[in-house]
């Protein structure tokens, strides 16, 4: 998926020189993978390996789409914060690959000219930047966070400690105060004018935006500095930086999308495929991809090396070993699509919080009537 | 059985079959689909569907969003309706004046949209649109008007997608309505100049009424086909912003092929069909009423 | 005598305004595609490229090595399945509803008018309703991720069958009958008297199927998971959900997916549009 996807190949050739195996790789693109990998698995078509966010490991899992891990070998020396998903049943079903906690970009000649060194770590001193931000450039943005992603919301969600779910994550638990608190403060930096109420559709190069001063704060994943590098003659590596996302009194637990790698169940080559495992979670492939697409390996091993040292990635490592746990269930991504939505709604002016949050609640449980009834005649651990 | 028969059935059997097999049986699975809770647990396990009734049905109706799919699709089909074949009308009664030369050619390029690819062209109109850097707006600054937010304003993003919709099938229409304009009798149109009716009046009173079945019924075929819009918002807006361009048809596909709710999926298939349903039973309405069909 | 001629003129030129503009889109997109990178997304914006590049083609067609891995956007193969599997379509399509429709016109046999109903009555039924049990279907079957499974609900030609029918209506009885007491069997008449009278129709209807496949963009966008299998549209879309930013490429996307079509269409218009008006008038 994604540069993770586009880049994959690159890692390949070291494998077929060791094994002789040929590699075949495909990349679906975000959006457009979940319903593709679902549709797969139920045209009996997925691939050997595949890769997954852990958001959806246990999804997949549960329809048997996925061998579970037996070599635990595969799981050993991991980074301090990094786990392998267990499935409802209490096995292993991917070998972490690559964290991608969210942090903040910054560009830091905007946020010098506006007074600050680097961003604030808590919630109101960051929404005081972003009004000193947007009161030099009235034009300008000061955040980017795009309406149609869930993350950003999520971060806030998960640094106030706020638990999405309860009742063994049968039905939602948005009417918490303190996820109306996140919510509050996610709403407010765009009714303050503080961010653009953007879709991913719209903002087409959020890169060239970045270095025109379009906005001056962008929170992100690690793949991020590829672009950045690679497009150093648009922005020089100078002009920005990176520091962990703001919390409501400081830095806390952040959810990362962490990508692992999962063996199709129906594999007819299941040893090729378990190898392949192994060779891309080496530490020497999460070292080249690292170097590759900037995403950060899940292997404590790597990040003994000097490449992982620079400065930049300081803000990750810290974030990754503060990460949120989130619940394995089927209906999860879409829950937090379907949040997003509604938080959306209330950005837009089209919905109180208070009527959000029951709203969220309300779809929510919904969504886990099915589960409830499951889990209810104990169907469903 | 005679031979003739006999060579019949060897001609219309092997089409039946396959539209008995990929048609009429999945249709009937559909209604059966419909009255069951099929979800990605039955994906894993058969043993969790169950019977539901018109249970999907019911929940339909509770859901917000479903609501809101409804009410974007009227909307599509109320504006765009008027909208396209308005536009059709006027290309057709531009390229029927007399005086008008190269008419093939024109007749080509005006209808060449209509053959494209509805996504390779939805990707062109992405750009046109866009906010910053889009030709659209640029054009707009050009008369003083400020730039317009197209895809990214839940206001705005209907009519940016029938700006685009408009564009691809206007000449369609423009060329049925081309044939019903040259069937329009010369001598009643003769007798209309000669008494010094004005060209509005002209227009109002002998080619209206000689086009207006055509016109009624390629209306109702219009909407027809917006209510089964789909591929414009998947590649356009993915639905948003604040899902002002989910449509019944992007409802469905999510609902079904991104979290198939197949039991639900299939409850919003009929209640689409029933709508195309009625529409076909207002156009055999106006057909019979012309003896037409 | 010369208000007259003004008015021409002013028509004339409505004429050409109007389809100046209907074609602006197409014509941009082509010129964006030789653009150089990041050239269409610059203020204001530039209509003409600052030079003509045949970079965006050659990223978007060519099959690269990189650091030892091979990398490409699969349109090229795309592109070949594209017009395989519109190609078998309408190939298989025409073999099945022309005789089909013929039967229907001039062929006597039992139940042929209660069958004839229940066609036109199918007609109602959106394509829509049957996608989702069709995948369940498929998929019991091994048909999901294969051109079989794309190619046969596109082979279920209802209005194919009665858009001939209609045409054949038109052939004169006594003429094969004439045929048959010659003593020509049924399917000699068909091949050597009825099908010479129906060609032209058959190209229409042949252009129909041929684009209608090739732009169809729900169903194999369902049916496909496999990257090698995907059809132009399917690629396309799946490329523009991840390379938004990149405007130029984009557009040669665009111009790959539009020009064999357009290619197709110009020569052939005169059934297309002649084909459109006796659909629609007749119902």
Known sequence: MSYEGDYSPMLMPAFTRATGLRVEVQSLPWTAAHEKLLTAQAGDSLPDVLMLPDGWVGEFAMIGALAPVTDATLLGGLFPGVAAVVGADGQPYAVPWSVAPQVQYYRRDLLDRAGYAAPPEDWDSWRRMGQRLKGRAPDNFAFLMLLNWWDTLFTFAGQTGAGPLRERDTRGNFRDPRFREALAFYVSLFREGLAPPALSTEVQDPVAAFAQGYFAVYPYGPTLTLDLHRRAAEIPPALWSTARMPGPHGPGRVSGIAASLCVSARSRRPAAAWALVRHLTSSASELTYQRLIGTLPANAAAWETPQLRQPALRAFAEQMRDPTREPMIVEWERIRIEVQLIAERVVRGQLGIDAALVAMDDRVDRLLAKRRALVETARLA | ?293 | MTRRRWRAIATNAAVAAATLLTAAPLLWMVLVSFMPRGESSRFPPRLWPSRWSWENYHELLARRLIDGAWFDYRIVPALWNSLAVAGLSTLLGLLLTVPAGYAFAKLRFRGRERLLQLLVGALVVPGQVAMLPLFLIFKELGLVNSYAGVILPSLAGIFAILFVRQAALSIPDEMLDAARLDGASERRIFAQIVLPLLAPITVTLALFMFLGSWNDFLWPLIVLADQHLYTLPVAVAAISREHAADGELMMAAAVVTTLPVLILFVPLQRYYISGLLGGSVKG
Request: positive net charge; hydrophobic residues 60%.
């Open chain 2, 1 to 293: 059985m005679t031979r003739q028969e006999r060579t019949a059935w060897g001609f219309v059997l092997p089409v039946l079959a396959i539209i008995l097999f990929v048609f009429a049986l999945p249709t009937v699975l559909a209604l059966a689909l419909s009255v069951t809770d099929y979800s990605i647990y039955a994906l894993a396990d058969w043993g969790a569907l169950r019977f539901v009734g018109l249970g999907n049905f019911t929940d339909l109706l509770t859901t917000p969003l479903f609501w809101r799919a409804l009410g974007n699709t009227a909307l599509f089909a109320l504006l765009g309706v008027p909208m396209a074949v308005g536009t059709s009308l006027a290309a057709a009664l531009l390229l029927h004046d007399a005086s008008v030369r190269w008419k093939p050619l024109w007749r080509v390029l005006l209808f060449a949209p209509y053959v494209t690819s509805v996504v390779a062209t939805a990707v062109v109109w992405r750009f046109l649109l866009n906010t910053r850097f889009g030709l659209l707006n640029h054009a707009l600054g050009w008369v003083g008007v400020p730039p317009v937010d197209w895809l990214g304003d839940p206001h705005a993003s209907i009519p940016a997608i029938l700006l685009f919709v408009t564009w691809k099938i206007f000449g369609y229409n423009m060329i049925v309505f081309t044939a019903a304009l040259s069937a329009v009798p010369h001598d009643l149109m003769e007798a209309a100049r000669l008494d010094g009716a004005s060209r509005w009046t002209r227009f109002r009173h002998v080619t209206l009424p000689a086009i207006g079945p055509t016109l009624l019924l390629a209306a109702v075929m219009s909407v027809a086909g917006f209510l089964q819009i789909f591929a414009e918002p998947y590649v356009m807006t993915l639905g948003g912003p604040a899902q002002s361009t989910t449509t019944v048809l992007y409802f469905m596909f999510d609902e079904g092929f991104k979290w198939w709710n197949l039991g639900q999926a299939s409850a919003v298939a009929f209640i689409l069909f029933l709508m195309i349903l009625a529409l076909t039973l207002v156009q055999a309405r106006i057909g019979r009423r012309y003896e037409w069909l």
